[in-house]
């Protein structure tokens, strides 16, 4: 199954390009909305498209400010300044992705990618 994406505007093509080589819907933020647009409205862009939303942006894993239950999942990204990780991040991710393929179960999940681990919030 094809799990569906809102990448936000600071998530390198090349992670888009993976996502979508592995067979992934990825939707960019700026074809939906304007890549200037507050954080509440691009999470509420992910929720109107049902769609996980994928970020860099730390603000996404403060599961205060953005209770996972609330939303259809989260992927944030932790590559901290470190772009040449993203081949091994991508390859833990889409590892994880195929192991876990319905979009149902990403729903209200938090999964903070690292290139080492995948930790998953409630």
Partial sequence: MNLRFL???????E???AL?????VV???????????????VIACAVRLKAILLSLNGDFSDIVTYPP?????????QLHNHPE????LM??????LTSTPS??????KLLIVEPHRIRIRH
């Avoid at 990448?7 to 093509?13: F, G, S, T």
């Avoid at 979508?20 to 992934?24: D, F, L, V």
């Avoid at 990780?85 to 091994?88: C, D, E, G, M």
């Fill in 7 to 13: 990448a936000d505007q600071c998530v390198p093509r």
């Fill in 27 to 41: 939707t960019l933020l700026g074809e939906e909305i304007s890549i200037r647009s507050s954080d509440p409205d």
């Fill in 85 to 88: 990780a993203i081949p091994s």
């Fill in 103 to 108: 979009q149902g179960f990403y729903v209200g």
């Fill in 69 to 77: 239950a609330k939303y259809h999942g989260i992927v944030a990204i």
């Fill in 15 to 17: 992670i888009v390009a």
């Fill in 91 to 96: 390859d833990r991710l889409n590892r994880f």
């Fill in 20 to 24: 979508r080589s592995a067979g992934h």
